[in-house]
């Protein structure tokens, strides 16, 4: 465990600090949640719901991901903030941990459009962090609200335009030659309300030929009609014409270089560069005081290249190491609520519907020596869900609330093969499942309550994960490999409230049983494939918000997970055998100081505990601890804001690592994080 102890016993002093503050929180009755397709006040939830808010998101930060300020929230693990090539891997309640890039196992939303592919997959590179107000996570099964979800939510909601017009310019600089320009303007005219935020970012990155450029804009209108209906517009570009791969490293690599890049991601040119267009509408209207219909309609459109590490030169790995796609996704749904009385008792219910549509045009090519050669593969990928639910919540006392919801899904998924040199390889896969949960929460004092939860939960695999194993062909193969939808059951309990005035704490805990979880096997240049094996968790949550004195705050999280393979039929000697890629222990701490004039201090930790990388659990990543400071003051002059800031990331110097490729095939796992490393920046914003 090394220097883990020092997470355990911080943990203990958090606590203690806590409970001896007097301490100023908002009102649980205060803090509405829309994650959970209900206006609820999160004293209401039956189930894990954490929130960040905006001043932690955007305010002194680098805004490289949403990890950054998302590592205070118990239960959620985040890997690789510095490979753009990869995108941010997120795992709640180790669901998502599978991947080596995107995101599995978690609904991601951002302004109540999805996210997340009708197949599965989710992606980051079009969240606009230096837009984003809050974030809402759902900790636990989802798939009652929102169809194919094991892990839980993530949404996130753009800033709405301010009362009052303002342009606002930041520049942010760093080592490694970081550069990031930010414009955005905000306002209010009439019924409209309006925010345009534009981005670039370019960097080196700390390894070899991790180089990246990104491009953004995101804007969100908002049309008032009257008070009781409006409508929302989201548009959203993004232009990444690079982000290249150094790969990862074996642990004699990293002891003699921990920035050096895998020779086969040069000699391969491994990156990627895409472009992404996305369009969609909210559209809500209020009937009375009792009835409100919500309609969403969205279109995204995106073009991606990705150069990966395999090629001819590989004996017994298929020569289509150049990954190429046009992709259009689509979808909408409707969503009615009534709020009012059933049986003279306060309810309120929820139901509506989901389609959601991807058509991915997909080819690859040979990569020779980092050149793009001959057509290898030529298949249309087309996935189709649709997804019917309803939820129920009921105050059957004043003091006790029961919330009944479920929902029936239908996945289907179909390829056409269009290279058929080897062979029609065409095939189609259906799924579907209903998905009920229940919950009650007991408002046992006027600040705390306790709630119980039972939940079900399934999740189809990806387009990715359904690939021919390689390893075990000698020629290209499209089609479908035999891994099946995986299905979770959930038990959680819990408590959130005050303590006093001035101490917000959430503690958790839950067992759940998962038949068919998709798991990695093994990992070929940068592709995984993946096979079905039966898994059992347990685990443990708890955060601490306390307000110490004068703008002191301390911030504590604190997540165990005992996660382990229960079943494993192609490979037995792994069963009773640890998850690979999460830890058992992880802790996160934070003081943070703000002053009325405009003065702000912060300083974090995150020690996270020893884990496996392979499901053998031969390999073993070490437990690191890793600090990082920030500070900034805010100048007024007359409608003018001017903020400088700068920051320390890995404050201690840690060696540790950003990511871990899971069951990496030649001991190829690691990817070093940054040592020591500053960054500052400055922002004006002019009021009118």
């Keep these: 465990m090394g220097n883990f102890y020092f997470g355990r016993w911080a943990v203990a002093a958090g606590i203690l600090l806590s409970a001896s503050a007097s301490y100023g929180v908002a009102d649980l009755d205060e803090i509405t949640v829309t994650a959970t397709r209900q206006d609820q006040t999160l004293a209401n939830i039956s189930s894990a719901v954490s929130i960040v808010e905006q001043e932690d998101i955007q305010v002194g930060r680098q805004q490289l991901g949403l990890d950054e300020s998302l590592n205070r929230v118990p239960g959620i693990f985040f890997q690789n903030r510095y490979n753009f090539s990869q995108d941010l891997r997120v795992a709640i309640r180790g669901f998502g941990s599978r991947a080596n890039f995107g995101i599995r196992g978690i609904k991601v939303f951002v302004d109540d459009l999805p996210a997340t592919l009708a197949d599965g997959q989710s992606g980051v590179d079009d969240i606009d962090i230096g837009s984003t107000s809050r974030v809402e996570i759902i900790r636990g099964p989802s798939s009652a609200l929102y169809g194919s979800a094991s892990g839980g939510v993530m949404s996130l909601y753009t800033e709405d335009g301010a009362d009052s017009p303002f342009v606002e310019g930041r520049v942010t600089v760093g080592e490694y030659d970081h550069q990031k320009y930010q414009l955005k303007f905000s306002g209010q005219t009439g019924k409209l309300n309006y925010l345009v935020n534009g981005s670039y970012l370019a960097s080196d990155g700390y390894r070899v030929n991790s180089r990246v450029e990104h491009g953004l804009v995101n804007s969100k209108f908002r049309y008032e009609f009257d008070d009781s209906s409006d409508l929302t517009v989201i548009f959203n570009l993004v232009d990444s014409p690079q982000a290249d791969d150094s790969g990862g490293i074996n642990g004699a690599d ?327 890629g999460l830890p058992e222990n992880q802790f996160f701490a934070e003081l943070a100081y703000r002053h009325d004039s405009g003065f702000y201090l912060s300083w974090d930790i995150l020690a996270v505990d020893k884990l496996a990388v392979n499901n053998a659990n031969t390999v073993i990543s070490d437990s690191y601890e890793v600090s990082n400071l920030r500070a900034g003051h805010r100048f007024g002059f007359a409608g003018l804001e001017v903020s400088p800031f700068l920051g320390v990331n890995n404050l201690f110097d840690q060696k540790y690592m950003s990511n871990l490729r899971l069951n990496g095939f030649g001991g190829r796992v690691f990817e070093p994080a940054p040592t020591l490393n500053f960054y500052g920046g400055l922002s004006v914003r002019l009021n009118y």
């Excluded at 609520?337 to 306060?346: C, D, K, L, M």
């Excluded at 080897?422 to 007991?442: C, I, K, R, Y």
């Excluded at 939940?455 to 990715?464: I, L, N, Q, V």
């Excluded at 998962?514 to 949550?541: K, L, Q």
């Design 254 to 580: 990293v002891a003699a270089d921990r920035r050096q890049a895998q020779a086969r991601n040069l000699s391969s040119n491994a990156g990627e560069e895409l472009s992404q267009q996305k369009l969609g509408w909210i559209y809500r209207r209020e009937f009375g005081e009792r009835h409100e219909i919500r309609v969403r309609n969205y279109y995204l459109w995106r073009d991606f290249q990705a150069f990966l590490p395999i090629g001819s030169h590989i004996r017994f790995v298929p020569d289509d190491g150049v990954v190429e796609f046009d992709r259009f996704f689509f979808g909408g749904g409707v969503q009615y609520t009534y709020t009012g009385e059933w049986f003279g008792r306060p309810n309120q219910f929820t139901a509506g519907f989901d389609i959601d549509i991807q058509e991915d045009d997909r080819q690859r090519y040979l990569n020779d020596a980092g050149i793009q050669g001959a057509l290898a593969f030529d298949q249309l990928e087309e996935a189709e869900s649709y997804g019917f639910y309803f939820r129920n919540n009921l105050a059957v006392t004043d003091f006790l609330q029961l919330t009944l919801g479920g929902r029936y899904d239908i996945v289907d998924l179909s390829v056409e093969d269009r290279f058929l040199a080897n062979a029609n390889q065409s095939g189609e896969l259906d799924f579907d499942e209903f998905s009920p949960s229940v919950g009650l929460t007991w408002t046992a004092t006027d600040s705390v309550s306790f709630y119980f939860n039972y939940a079900t939960a399934f999740e189809t695999p990806t387009f990715t994960e359904l690939a021919n194993p390689a390893r075990n062909l000698n020629v290209n193969l499209g089609g479908f490999a035999s891994v099946d939808a995986q299905n979770a059951e959930s038990f959680e309990i819990g408590a959130r409230g005050l303590i006093g005035d001035r101490i917000y704490f959430d503690v958790a805990g839950f067992i759940m049983d998962v038949e068919d979880e998709v798991v990695s096997v093994t990992n070929i240049g940068n592709r995984s494939f993946f096979e079905n094996a039966d898994t059992d968790r347990n685990g443990f949550e708890v955060a601490i918000v306390a307000d110490i004195v004068g703008g002191l705050q301390f911030t504590a999280s604190y997540t165990y997970s005992d996660f382990e393979f229960d079943r494993f039929p192609t490979n037995t000697a792994a069963e009773g055998n640890d998850l690979p």
